[in-house]
C-alpha cells in the first residue's frame, strides 16, 4: 500500500513538473481557427516540442511563456492548421519534351483541332528530331475523329506526339509515340484500359483510354532521369509552404514505383507526405506485385500507405457509369473501366489488408454498384473501420448517401472540377450535381484535395462559389474540409487536423483574413509563416520579422486563373 501511496505521488509532481515547462513558442493576439467545432476561435496558442501546449486569450498564453520562449505578436493576423491536401498528383510538371497549351481557348473545349495541328506543325519545324511534342487539348480535339494518329502522322513522322486532357482521361498520339511506348497494333490493351482502333481494321487509330494511357505514360515518365522529378518535387515542396501546405497525400501513379521512392528520398520534402499506390495494369491483370518490397517509410515525413484504384472516367469525355444515358447519346450510360468481378475482388482484398482502400468513383451507377457490393461482403461496422474512400464522389446521389454513411465511406472532394463558368461552358458536366454541403448536412466524413491547382486559397474560393448555392460551402466548413476532414481521411485525426492540446503543430499565419476577405481576394492569400511539428519551416523575407510589425497590408487580390488545372 506505501508502495502505490509513493508511486501515485511520484506520478503527480512528475505531472506538476511537466505543466510547469515553458512552451517554446507561443503566438499571441491573433485570430486563430483551431478547425474544431467546440472551440472554433482563440486568441493565441502555445507549443512545445511538436506539440500544441494549450489554446486560450492571449492573457493565458502569455503567463506560460519562459525567458527562452520565442515570443509572436500576431498583431491580429489569421492562423489556420496547415492544409492537408487530400488529393493530389506528384510530382508536377510535363517535362518529357516540348510541352504546349492554349490557355485562351474555353476551359473545357480547348482549342480545336485545326489550331492543334497548326501549332504542331510549327513545332516541328522548330524543334530538333526525336523531341516529344506533348500538348494539353480538350473536348473539340479529343473527341474528333478526324484527330487521330493518321492526321498527326501527317504533321511529323520525326518527332513522337502527346496530346492529353488536362483532366487526365484520355489521350492521342502518332505512330512514332506508339512505338516508343511499344505499343503494336495487334497488343491487347491493359486491364481497365482501351486501344480504339480504326473501324473494321485492327489499326491502332492513336486514341488511348484509362489504364491505356496511363500505364505507358507513366514508363515514359520513368525514362527521365531522377533529378529532373527531384527538381519538381523540390518546387512543388517550396511552393506549398508558401501556400501553408503541411501535408499532402499523393495519387502515385506518375512514376514507376522505385523511382518515386528514389525521388521522394532524395527531394526530402519538408512535408508530411503520403504516398497511396496507384497500381498499374497488364492485360493479365492488375500489377499488385509492383509495388511489394518498397520502403514503407522512404524519410522521416514520408510513408507509403493505401491502395487507389480508378473505376470510371468522367462524365466530360462520356466514361463515367451513369443511370441514366447521356444527353444526346441514346442508349449510352458510359462504362465501368474493371469487370465487376474485378471490382468485388478488390473490395474483398481490401477486408484483409490494413491498407485504406481509395476509389476514383464518378458515376452515380458506379457508386450504387460499389455500395452494393460492400453491403453484400461485410456488415456496416466492418466497413466503417476500413473508411473506404470515394476519391470525386461525384456520383454519391442523394438516394445513395445514406448507405455511404451506415457504412463510412469518406468522400473526397475537389472544388476546381465545379468552376461555375466550366459547368455552364459545357451541359454534361451539370449533369452530375456538386454534392459538398449536403455530403456534410449527411453526416458523410468529408474532405478536400486539390487535384489541380495546388493554392488551396483558389480551391477555398472554388467551394464557396459552386454553381448551384445550396452546395456552396462557408469558408469555415471549407477550411475544415481541408483540415480536420482531409486528416480523417487518413487516419491522422488524432495527431493533426485542429489546432488543439496534444496535437502536432502544424500551422499557417496567413497575409490576410481569409474569412473575411471579399472572396475575388482569396486566392491572393499566401502563408507568411508555416510550421510543421512546432518547426518553422518557412517565414516571409519581405521587411521585418512577423513578430516585431503590424499586420502587413493584403496582397493585391488575383483573380482565378482562367483555366484551371484539373486530373
Given amino acids: 500500500m506505501k508502495n502505490l501511496l509513493l508511486a501515485a505521488a511520484l506520478l503527480l509532481i512528475g505531472s506538476a513538473r511537466a505543466q510547469t515547462v515553458a512552451p517554446d513558442l507561443v503566438l499571441t493576439g491573433g485570430k486563430i481557427f483551431t478547425s474544431d467545432p467546440s472551440r472554433p476561435y482563440v486568441q493565441a496558442l502555445a507549443v512545445r516540442g511538436d506539440r500544441v501546449l ?28 496547415g492544409f492537408n491536401d487530400a488529393h493530389t498528383h506528384l510530382p508536377a510538371g510535363s517535362p518529357l519534351g516540348r510541352f504546349f497549351r492554349f490557355p485562351k481557348a474555353p476551359m473545357l473545349a480547348g482549342p480545336t483541332s485545326a489550331q492543334v495541328l497548326d501549332t504542331l506543325a510549327q513545332l516541328a519545324r522548330r524543334v530538333p528530331p526525336g523531341t516529344w511534342l506533348e500538348g494539353e487539348i480538350g473536348l473539340a480535339a479529343l473527341l474528333d475523329p478526324q484527330m487521330r494518329r493518321t492526321e498527326l502522322d501527317q504533321i511529323t513522322a520525326n518527332h513522337p506526339i502527346l496530346l492529353h486532357t488536362p483532366w487526365g482521361h484520355g489521350c492521342v498520339v502518332n505512330s512514332v509515340a506508339l512505338q516508343q511506348m511499344h505499343i503494336a497494333d495487334g497488343d491487347a490493351a491493359p486491364l481497365g484500359g482501351a486501344y480504339e ?53 499523393e495519387m502515385a501513379g506518375t512514376l514507376p514505383p522505385a523511382q518515386t521512392v528514389r525521388v521522394v528520398q532524395a527531394a526530402q520534402l ?14 493479365q491483370g492488375i500489377n499488385h506485385q509492383e509495388w511489394e518490397g518498397i520502403n514503407r517509410r522512404p ?36 462504362q465501368l473501366n474493371f469487370p465487376v468481378d474485378t471490382v468485388r475482388s478488390l473490395l474483398r482484398q481490401s477486408l484483409g489488408s490494413s491498407d485504406q482502400l ?45 448507405r455511404a454513411k451506415a457504412m463510412g465511406v469518406v468522400v473526397v472532394q475537389n472544388p476546381s472540377h ?150
Avoid: C
Fill in 270 to 283: 519538408p512535408l508530411r507526405h503520403r504516398i497511396m499506390p496507384y497500381f498499374m495494369t497488364s492485360p
Fill in 418 to 567: 465545379f468552376v461555375a463558368d466550366m459547368n455552364r461552358e459545357h451541359g454534361a458536366a451539370a449533369d452530375i450535381p456538386a454534392s459538398f454541403r449536403s455530403l456534410l448536412d449527411g453526416g458523410i466524413p468529408f474532405a478536400l484535395g486539390s487535384d489541380g491547382p495546388s493554392n488551396p486559397f483558389l480551391n477555398l474560393l472554388f467551394a464557396a462559389t459552386l454553381a448551384d448555392p445550396k452546395e456552396a460551402l462557408t469558408r469555415e466548413q471549407a477550411v475544415r474540409a481541408y483540415t480536420a476532414g482531409a486528416a480523417y481521411a487518413e487516419f491522422q485525426e488524432k495527431e493533426k487536423g485542429t489546432l488543439t492540446p496534444g496535437k502536432l503543430a502544424d500551422l499557417a499565419v496567413l497575409s490576410q483574413d481569409i474569412f473575411t476577405v471579399p472572396l475575388p481576394a482569396l486566392p491572393g492569400t499566401v502563408s507568411e509563416l508555416t510550421m510543421i511539428g512546432g518547426k518553422v519551416v518557412y517565414e516571409a523575407k519581405r521587411g521585418v520579422p512577423l513578430s516585431g510589425t503590424a499586420p502587413r497590408p493584403a496582397r493585391k487580390p488575383m483573380a482565378p486563373p482562367a483555366k484551371p488545372k484539373l486530373k
Fill in 358 to 402: 481509395m476509389l476514383h468513383i464518378v458515376g452515380d451507377s458506379t457508386a450504387s454498384l460499389v455500395l452494393r457490393l460492400m453491403g453484400q461482403l461485410a456488415d456496416d461496422a466492418t466497413w466503417q473501420r476500413k473508411r473506404v474512400r470515394f476519391e470525386h464522389g461525384d456520383g454519391l446521389a442523394p438516394d445513395l448517401q445514406p
Fill in 299 to 334: 524519410t522521416p515525413l514520408a510513408r507509403v500507405e493505401g491502395r487507389k484504384y480508378v473505376l470510371d472516367a468522367t462524365p466530360l469525355e462520356g466514361g463515367a457509369l451513369m443511370r441514366r444515358p447521356y444527353p444526346g447519346r441514346p442508349g449510352w450510360y458510359g
Fill in 197 to 249: 482502333r480504326y473501324a473494321g481494321t485492327r489499326q491502332l487509330n492513336g486514341s488511348l483510354l484509362e489504364y491505356g494511357s496511363w500505364v505507358p505514360r507513366r514508363e515514359l515518365h520513368g525514362q527521365i532521369s531522377d533529378a529532373v522529378w527531384v527538381q519538381q518535387l523540390k518546387a512543388y515542396g517550396a511552393e506549398s509552404l508558401r501556400f501553408g501546405i503541411t501535408s499532402v497525400q
Fill in 54 to 81: 494549450a489554446v486560450g486569450t492571449t492573457a493565458q498564453i502569455a503567463r506560460l511563456a519562459g525567458p527562452r520562449t520565442r515570443r509572436i505578436n500576431l498583431r491580429g493576423r489569421t492562423v489556420v492548421p
